[in-house]
């Protein structure tokens, strides 16, 4: 990337800086990358990317807003898998809460029969 700035002045003068060079190193985000299988049947896996190593909340949350499954993991910055086993769910819908760590992220999982 290359800018360069056109300064003005009170008299309405104008110059133009010399161009600058940006380089900038891989940028990683810290992010919910993926949760698989979606629907799943006794476990599933979250793919993860984060920028900070830490405490990381895990949650399942069902549509009555009780948290059904929660478990802590330390991580450290870079890119993870994860694997819940939450063999003692119903059937149904859930919310799948990450905090921590620099990620504060929600998104839907389904549970299906086993």
């Known amino acids: 990337m290359y ?7 009170a008299s309405g ?3 133009v800086s010399k161009v600058v060079v940006l380089k900038s190193e891989k940028h990683t985000q810290t992010k919910l ?25 895990i949650q399942l949350v069902n549509m009555q807003g009780q948290v059904v499954h929660q478990q802590i993991e330390w991580i450290t910055s870079g890119s993870h898998e994860l694997e819940l086993k939450p063999k003692h769910l119903n059937k149904g819908i ?4 990450l905090n921590g760590a620099g990620l504060n992220q929600a998104t839907k999982v389904v549970k299906a029969s086993n």
């Open 94 to 97: 859930y919310i799948l809460k």
């Open 33 to 57: 990358q993926q949760v698989y299988p979606n629907p799943f049947k006794d476990s599933f896996n979250i793919s993860v990317d984060v920028q900070q190593a830490g405490e990381l909340s």
């Open 3 to 9: 800018y360069r700035l056109q300064l003005k002045d």
């Open 13 to 15: 003068k104008t110059a």
